[in-house]
Structure formats: C-alpha cells, structure tokens
C-alpha cells in the first residue's frame, strides 16, 4: 500500500498546504530562464494527469476487492446505526435537561439581573435625590436665620456653626452630592458666604473675650459657646482660632521683654506683662479642661491637634514667649559691648524676676514648668558666667 502512494506522498503530509504546493509546482515547471513567460497548462496538465491517476487506481480498488469494502461500507452503517440508537435517548434528554436550564434557570437570571441592574441605579438615584433633599433643606434653615432681623450672636453662630457642620457631613457621605448643579449654586451664593462670615464672627468675638483677664472672666459661657460652635464647624478651625489667640498675646509680650534687653531696669514691668497675659492663657486653658465634648474635653482636643508635638495652651504661650526671648537677648549678648556686659552682670537680676513675677502667671502653683522655660531663655547667661 506504501508503494501504490509512493507518488503522491506529498499530499498526505500534515504540513500540506495547497498554496505552498502550487507554487512548488510551478517552479518545478518553469526552469527556462530564457523566456518571461509564466508556463501554467504543464502544471494543469500535471495535477489534472494525477486526478486521472487516483480514481483510476481507486476503481480498480474496488474492483479488486468488491466483497471486502462491501463489508466494510455494512460495518461502518451498523456502527453507526448503533452509536445512534444508543445515544438518541440520552442526547434527547440532554437537549431536554438544558432547554429547560435555558428557560427555567439562565434566561430568568439574565432577567433578573438586569432587572438587578436597573434597581440599583434607581436605588443610587433615589438616596441622591434624598441627599439633596436633606442638603436644601439645611441650606433653607441657613438661608432663614441669615435674612432674620436679629444680629449675629454667639448662639445664633452656634446653631449656623451646626447646619453647616451637617452640610460637610453630607457632603462627605455622598460625594456625587457635588455634581448637582442646584447644589454647586447653592453652595456658591449661600453657604460659602455664610460659613465665611460665622468664621469670622466666632475668632474675632473669641479674640475679644480673651484679649484680657477681665473680659475673659465676664465672658466664660460665651466662651464656650465660640469654641464649641468653632469645633463644630470644623476641628481645624477650633484649633487654628484658638492658636491664633493665644500667639496674640504672645507677640505683644515677646516686644515687650525684648525692649528690655538695651535696658535691663525695665524688666520686672515687662514680666508683669508676661505673666498678666499668662495667666489670661491659664484661664483659657482651664476653660477648655472645664468644657467637655463626647468622650474628651476641649483641651484635649486642642492638645492633640498642635504639630509637631502636643502642646497645652499655656505650653504653646511660655514656649514662644521664652523661644523669641531667648534668641534676642543671645544676639545681643554674644555682640558683647556694654549691652553684654550689664546683661552679664543682671542675671541674677533676671531670675529674680522671673520667679517672682511666675507666681502671677496661675491661680495655683503648677507654673514651675512654665517658670523654668522662661528660666531657660537667659541660661546664656549663667552658663558664659561659668
């Protein structure tokens, strides 16, 4: 059987490819070089003499063997026959179990799923709505107290300071809220302005009733009522306000002691200053100890928010009072001249002071942290007298 394919080898190979084949052929039968034209009918002639010579050996295939492919051609119906008869039943019953997959399982969950789909955009969209709903209804609360006829109050900043706490609070659960047009110009004509001005009533009222011991006594509830409605409108604004009234009396009492650095005589005024306005910052400090919120305090709350340390507000006043303090008078001293002589010969002058003057600076006598940091600030001078 090998030796009647011997001839058509090429074909049976399992790389054949007609294409290849044809152009193989007409290269085998194109080798005059002498001429430019293409010679096609030698290679139709070729394939078409091959064709003749398979079915002529096919016929004489059967001929030879009639009984033998009979036979064959009968086994090859009845296996089929067989392998047909045998698993109708269960192809029918697969057909059957999966058309029923389809109808019963699959195509109901498609549904379902886009069913599934469509819910949970109009699920999105209905908390949007009722987000927006909510927001606009602050706002009018807002819009409301702003167009009364009543001024501006520590109260009334109080309750505005809420609303626009509840607004943020909105906000920041629903971060699509932002991208309602209603509510950009909402924010743009009403609650930004607004929000601005409480900002500015509640640390300009707070910088009044602590400008001074006396104020601040008088005003303690409205006190309170400033620094709560601050950290309701934002924890960065309670602390940054109560910062910036604290270094507002750190400025004045660091120009002060630093004049006396030309003239020493004028010191123990300039301490009474330090320590008045010490003990206006201890005060305020016992304030926020006194005023509680959840779980903490107001201290605690200002504490933990001062970078890059914790800082208490009377840590925050001594520390920048002493830290200014000291880099001037170590300039000044270093310069030399009479200046660094009389500073030299007036140090024991200078802690004298302090420690009298410190006992001003608190109603009890917890100042000898605040006492020794002043102390540090003309440790140059014990030190080079060393």
Known sequence: ?????????????????????????????????????LDIDTSIKKINYDIGEIE??????????????????????????????????????????????????LEPYAKAQKLQNVLSKVHQTSILLRDALIYIHLVNNIKVLN????????????????????????????????????IKKLDMEIVSPSRKEVLNYLTSSLSADCADCDRLKENKENIVTLIQALYNLSPSDFSSALQNVILSHVAPTV???????????????????????????????????????????????????????????????????AGDFKKDLEVSYKRGGP??????????FLEQTIRKNMIHSSDSDDYSNDMQTMLNSISILTTEMH
Do not use: C
């Open 1 to 37: 059987m090998a030796d009647d394919l011997e001839d058509f080898e090429a074909f049976l190979e399992e790389d054949f490819g007609a294409s290849q084949f044809g152009n193989d052929l007409l290269r085998a039968t194109n080798v005059d070089s002498a001429t430019s034209e």
């Open 56 to 105: 002529s050996r096919i016929e004489k295939l059967i001929n030879d063997n009639p009984m033998q492919i009979l036979d064959q051609v009968s086994k090859t119906r009845s296996l089929r026959s067989t392998a047909s008869d045998g698993l109708r039943p269960s192809l029918d019953y697969l057909d059957m179990s999966y058309q029923r997959l389809q109808e019963e399982v």
């Open 147 to 182: 167009d009364s006829k009543t001024p501006l109050s520590s109260q009334k900043a109080l309750e505005l300071a809420s609303l626009h706490s509840q607004l943020k609070l909105g906000i920041d659960q629903s971060a699509n809220l932002k991208s309602l047009g209603l």
């Open 255 to 321: 120009q002060a002691l630093i004049k006396t650095i030309n003239f020493v005589k004028s010191f123990p005024p300039a301490m009474q200053i330090a320590a008045r306005r010490g003990y206006v910052v201890q005060q305020l400090q016992l304030i926020l100890r006194d005023a509680k919120i959840e779980n903490s305090t107001f201290l605690n709350e200002f504490t933990s928010r001062m970078k890059p340390k914790p800082l208490t507000p009377r840590e925050l006043y001594w520390k920048g009072v």
């Open 339 to 348: 200046v660094g002589k009389v500073l030299e010969k007036s140090q024991g």
